[in-house]
């Protein structure tokens, strides 16, 4: 799979329609997973004026800092079709974005998680212009994945897959969270990601706590430990998975009880997955079985986010989101129990709405795993 694939030139024509129909001049997009999506440039986020000038009509421009000119033009940018222009340390690189929108603008969409530096500059740069979400746009061109992002996800469930199948490795009695952690995120990039975006072991009463991350608290014999591993591939797509272990001796019985409902209730939520159900319905699949068993309270988050370029976007699957799913849309299905101070359970595989149902993209098993 090469990045022409998943970075086609066609998008940026694509983007500035969309442009145009949002009733925008222009997107100015600063270092983030929108700009690699329209160019396949991982930029670098910093105090130097990094932007994407994409204008409704004419010529996409790239205002980069020179000492990054380099890796620009050795990124698929330029087969996207932007001309690169560059800025010295010390000069003002804001004359360069209004000079490449060649004209007054009355509305632009900034990137949402540009930096307040940036975003104030432009203001001052463009005092006619109103500022709006570039996601305006992009959200709904980002939304449904193209054959060759879904393929890039699943290399990256695959590469997640294979870190969870060494597990044993690892997590033992005695072991603390954070020793067990620092093992998995080595194997992470061992498995062929270039960076760790997280890693979760939660063990015994920890586990009651969805985002935890680690500690230095040994591991009990017998405690349900919830392991929650994720990573960026080289394509630039994410890998998010999460399965619940116990090792050493038996789990308790209450826990093994309120599993098998949580395992009922993911695999219904997965099943649930179609072209034409909303997402609300999806959540209220996992939700509630969960809820009938009365572990409803104990259910803290949402049932599922999208997951592409950025490890958290569009579409949500929680209730009052009554987006109708499209092939297309990759997202993970994660519901959990959590109960405070004794332990804590939660199952998560990505799965993309196909044509025909459902791909998941974690294959490996999701029931309790005795090491």
């Not at 393929?151 to 954070?178: C, F, Q, S």
């Not at 230095?216 to 619940?244: F, H, K, L, N, Q």
Request: net charge negative.
């Amino acid at each position: 799979m090469g990045f022409e694939e998943l970075y086609p030139p066609q998008r940026l024509a694509a983007a500035q329609r969309a442009t145009a129909a949002a009733g925008l001049d222009a997107l100015l997009l600063s270092p983030g997973s929108d700009l690699r999506y329209l160019t396949g440039y991982d930029a670098h986020a910093g105090e130097r004026l990094t932007c994407l000038v994409l204008p409704a009509e004419g010529e996409p421009t790239l205002v980069v800092p020179t000492l990054e000119r380099p890796a620009a033009e050795a990124s698929p940018a330029p087969a996207t079709g932007v001309r690169i222009v560059d800025h010295a340390d010390g000069t003002d690189p804001y004359p360069l974005v209004t000079a490449a929108l060649g004209g007054s603008v009355a509305a632009v969409g900034l990137a949402d998680r540009m930096w307040a530096e940036h975003v104030l500059a432009l203001r001052e740069a463009l005092p006619g212009a109103t500022q709006r979400l570039a996601s305006e746009v992009l959200r709904e061109m980002r939304v449904r994945k193209s054959p060759a992002e879904v393929a890039a996800l699943a290399e990256a469930g695959a590469a997640i897959d294979a870190v969870h199948a060494r597990m044993g490795e690892w997590l033992r009695p005695g072991r603390t969270e954070a020793e067990v952690g620092a093992d998995i995120a080595g194997a992470i990039r061992a498995a062929g990601h270039v960076s760790v975006d997280f890693v979760i072991v939660a063990a015994g009463p920890n586990g009651a706590s969805p985002h935890h991350g680690t500690s230095d608290r040994p591991i009990g014999a017998g405690e349900p430990v919830v392991v929650d591993i994720g990573g960026t591939m080289p394509s630039g797509y994410r890998s998010d998975c999460t399965r619940t272990y116990v090792a050493g001796a038996p789990a308790p019985a209450e826990f093994v009880d309120y599993y098998a409902v949580l395992h009922a209730a993911q695999r219904a939520a997965v099943a649930a997955v179609r072209p034409g159900a909303t997402a609300e319905e999806v959540d209220a699949a996992a939700r509630e079985p969960i809820a009938a068993a009365g572990f409803g309270a104990a259910f803290l988050h949402r049932t599922g986010h999208g997951i592409g370029l950025d490890g958290h976007e569009e579409p949500y699957v929680v209730a009052g989101n009554a987006r109708r799913l499209e092939p297309g849309m990759a997202f993970s299905v994660e519901p959990g129990i959590y109960l405070a101070g004794r332990h804590g359970a939660r199952i998560e595989d990505i799965v993309v709405c196909a044509t025909d149902g459902v791909q998941r993209l974690n294959t490996i098993p999701t029931e309790l795993i005795a090491l």
